[in-house]
């Protein structure tokens, strides 16, 4: 059991209902300056996923040794991230330091620098992380100058206490109060990561609440959660999904939509389901950041999350987040543009009964092509036609994805 999952659902259970329509007003910001880091939506681990509070220094340089070893860096891996449970406490100067899990975060930085892949951490702007250890509320620009110090490279910034000790105590029952000093909280880190000088993405993880994608990238956010927690299960995973229809006019160069980090290789996922999800991740234009227990990846979870055509479509430098072109029954088809003119096309099967949505017959003219197309099966790796209401098979939980080059 995650040692935050009571609290990470009480925060949620209780502002679920008040905090999920429009935005309201961005305050000033002087944080605006364009990006010049995730250009490309940020690849990379994780911690949580697979080692949740047990993660260990150990495990990082492990999972960092391993990204090398097993050509995840040369697919384009590159971020370390731990996430909760490296905290201890504040000293007198109110400096923060790490538990005994992690002895040295310096020294742990330049290991992962070493192998030339870069590091990040987590925080929150309460004055408690989600699994309850030490956060940064009022020592934001003090925990800033650290991890700047340390050679951090990307924080995860997650709302949690937050809501209960600033939010509902300063503006209780006022929500566009309590959504000010929400901003306002992510603005102030986003000032503190600047003024260290030190080029650092800022992840925010507020469970999508307030239309973040309005107002994230203008405080400089690079990446923002829109969904509460993955699960590593095929419902979950289609339900975070489903919530990124109508997202994509919100995502380019610098700025991403995050439905969560992968479960690639996580719980019981069947291939087709690992290979769905990655998919459908790559074309949502999301962060890849693998959450799996890389020491023991099994070849076949290995070649998912190396697939480079996937991956390439993922980090395509547009930036341009698919979206979903039409359903018909449960199967969904998704596209999105690709530089030199080429598009990409997904093809899910969503339905859990293999027989409900067969024969599935793709509609080219719906997707705004002409006539029969020559596709690259993104799996496969071989050259197919498609032809107009052609019936396709699709088992369930599977995905067809193609580029096409010259669409026509
Ligand atoms: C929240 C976040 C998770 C993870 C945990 C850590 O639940 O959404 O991604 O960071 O906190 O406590």
Redesign the pocket.
Known sequence: MRI?ASL?LAVLALASLSFTTEAVALPPTAASTPSQVALTPPMGWNS?NYFAERVTDKDIRDSADQIVATGMKDAGYIYVNI??TWEGERDSSGVLHTNSKFPDMKALADYVHSKGLKIGI?SSPGPK???GYEASLGHEQQDADLYASWGIDYL?Y?L?SFIPAVMEKQAPHDRAAQMRLMIAAYDKMSKALKATGRPIVLSL?QYGWDSVWEWAPALGGNLW?TTG?IEPNWDRIYDLLEQQSGLASYAGPGHWNDP?MLEVGNGKLSLAENRSHFSMWAMLASPLLAGNDLPHMKPEIKSILTNPGVIAINQDPLGHQARRVYSQGEVEVWSRELKDGAIAIAILNAGSDLYSTHPFHLSLAKLGLHGPQTAKDLWTGKSIQLKENEPLELPSHDILLVKIDAPK
């Open positions: 935050s990470s949580w996430d909760d987590y992380t989600c699994g995860k997650d949690c993880c959660r927690d969560d």
